[in-house]
C-alpha cells in the first residue's frame, strides 16, 4: 500500500527540464516534482508520493486528510501509554 500526502504547493518552477515546485507539508518545505500536475500553481494542495506530485485536490479535502492524520498520531501516540 502506498501513502500519499496533501501538501501547499508554494513555488514552481524548472529544473533541468523537469517541472519542479517547493511544497509546504504543515511547515515543513519540501522539493517535489511536478510533472505529473503540469498545471499546478502556488496555492494548490497536491498529493505527493515519494518526492512525486501525482494529483490535485481541493483545500477542503487536503483539510480532511490533514485532520485525518492528526487523530490517527495521537491515536498511535496514545497507544502505547
Request: proline fraction near 4%; glycine fraction near 14%.
Amino acid at each position: 500500500m502506498c501513502l500519499g500526502i496533501p501538501g501547499r504547493v508554494i513555488e514552481v518552477g524548472r529544473e533541468r527540464d523537469l517541472l519542479m515546485g517547493k511544497v509546504d507539508f504543515g511547515g515543513v518545505a519540501r522539493k517535489v516534482c511536478l510533472e505529473h500536475v503540469p498545471d499546478a500553481v502556488p496555492g494548490d494542495y497536491v498529493i505527493v508520493h515519494v518526492g512525486f506530485a501525482l494529483s490535485k485536490l481541493d483545500e477542503q479535502e487536503a483539510r480532511r486528510v490533514f485532520a485525518l492524520l492528526e487523530e490517527m498520531g495521537r491515536l498511535e501516540g496514545g497507544a502505547g501509554q
